[in-house]
C-alpha cells in the first residue's frame, strides 16, 4: 500500500513532531489522519522523548474509512541541527556508537577532570524500545521502518534487529551497534532494505 513517495513524505512528516523544530505541526497526533501522495494514513502512535531528542511515529493506511493495521510503518525523525542537545546526543550515538546510555561530562571540582554521567537512553534503545510497543500493540501487522539521516540509522537498526523492511533516506550504516544475532542475520539472508 505504501510506495516510495509515501515513505519520503512520512520520513520528512516525523520532524514536525519536535516542538523545537522550525517546522513544528502541532496537527501531527496520536489519531489525526494526514494525506500524503493521495494517500490517507492515521497517526496510531507518536514519541518525543525529551530526555534525549528521539521523536518518532507510528501509521497505518486508511481503509474503507478505517485504520488498516494489517500494515503499519514507523517513521523515525532525524537531527533536529538547531538543538546543540540532540547535536550533541546524536553524535554519541552514530559517531561514537554508545547504544546503552548517553554521557555528558560533570566536573566532580576544579582539580579533578570531568567524568562521563549518564543522562539519558540513547536514541537506539528508545527507537528500539517504540518499535517493540508498536509490535506489542499490533502482533498481526506487517512492520516496516523509514527514516531520513539520523531517523534512518534508527530505522535500519530497528528493522535489522527485528527482520523488518525498510525504505530509508540518507542514512548511516548502524551495523556497529547491531547484535550478533542481527549481524548473521544480515550476513547470511537477503534482507529487503531500500535505502536512497
Do not use: C
Not at 93 to 122: D, F, H, M, R, W
Amino acid at each position: 500500500m505504501f510506495n516510495k513517495e509515501n515513505y519520503k513524505d512520512l520520513s520528512r512528516d516525523v520532524y514536525r513532531l519536535d516542538p523545537k523544530g522550525k517546522n513544528y505541526d502541532y496537527n501531527i497526533k496520536e489519531e489525526a489522519i494526514r494525506k500524503i501522495e493521495g494517500l490517507d494514513y492515521q497517526i496510531l502512535k507518536t514519541s518525543d522523548n525529551t530526555s534525549n531528542g528521539m521523536q518518532a511515529m507510528a501509521v497505518a493506511p486508511i481503509k474503507n474509512g478505517e485504520a488498516d493495521t494489517s500494515e503499519i510503518v514507523i517513521a523515525y525523525a532525524g537531527t533536529n541541527f538547531s538543538d546543540k542537545l540532540d547535536l550533541y546526543r546524536d553524535f554519541q550515538s552514530v559517531i561514537l556508537g554508545n547504544k546503552e546510555s548517553l554521557y555528558e561530562l560533570k566536573q566532580v571540582s576544579k582539580k579533578t577532570i570531568p567524568i562521563p554521567t549518564p543522562v539519558a537512553n540513547s536514541q537506539i534503545i528508545t527507537a528500539e524500545k517504540f518499535a517493540e510497543d508498536i509490535q506489542t500493540d499490533y502482533p498481526n501487522a506487517e512492520v516496516t521502518t523509514t527514516g531520513h539521516s539520523l531517523g534512518e540509522y534508527l530505522a535500519l537498526y530497528v528493522s535489522a534487529e527485528k527482520g523488518w523492511a525498510n525504505v530509508g533516506f540518507n542514512g548511516p550504516d548502524p551495523y556497529d551497534v547491531l547484535s550478533p544475532e542481527a549481524k548473521k542475520a544480515i550476513e547470511t539472508e537477503t534482507k529487503k532494505v531500500d535505502s536512497f
